[in-house]
């Protein structure tokens, strides 16, 4: 893992990220098909979490989140390892460049993550 003041710009990105996916959320609310899949999705979670890992060569950031009321939480460590979606750098550089692409357009946000299982520890 990287040093301390490199450890915190990669938390921050990821921060932004959520902030991101988060007015793509908000913004597309009541859209189709995309509320019926974050209704799904926050079904699928209901009582459990993800962990997103920002990954370059290795991993660089991680946070523990959950999706409620279409809404991206940060959720409490519960002892229970969750499953692990890995986002590339280079991926969330773009959307960090680019956030109203991604929030007039929330195809373009990857939503593995909502599928809850099947991912690979990082």
């Given at each position: 893992m990287p040093d301390?003041?490199?450890?915190?710009?990669f938390e921050a990105q990821l921060e932004e990220y959520l902030r991101i996916c988060n007015a793509a959320l908000k913004?597309?609310?009541k859209?189709?098909?995309y509320n019926r899949l974050w209704e799904a999705g926050a079904e699928a979670l209901k009582g459990r979490s993800v962990e997103l890992a920002l990954v370059d060569d290795e991993p660089k950031a991680r946070c523990r989140?959950?999706?409620?009321?279409h809404h991206?939480?940060?959720?409490?460590?519960?002892?229970?390892?969750?499953p692990v979606t890995r986002?590339?750098?280079?991926y969330i550089d773009d959307v960090l460049a680019n956030p109203e692409k991604y929030i007039s357009d929330p195809s373009l946000i990857d939503w593995?993550?909502?599928k809850c299982g099947g991912q690979t520890k990082a």
């Open positions: 301390g003041d490199q450890q915190t710009a913004a597309n609310s859209r189709f098909p989140i959950t999706l409620s009321a991206i939480e940060r959720a409490t460590e519960d002892g229970e390892a969750p986002l590339s750098k280079q593995r993550w909502l």
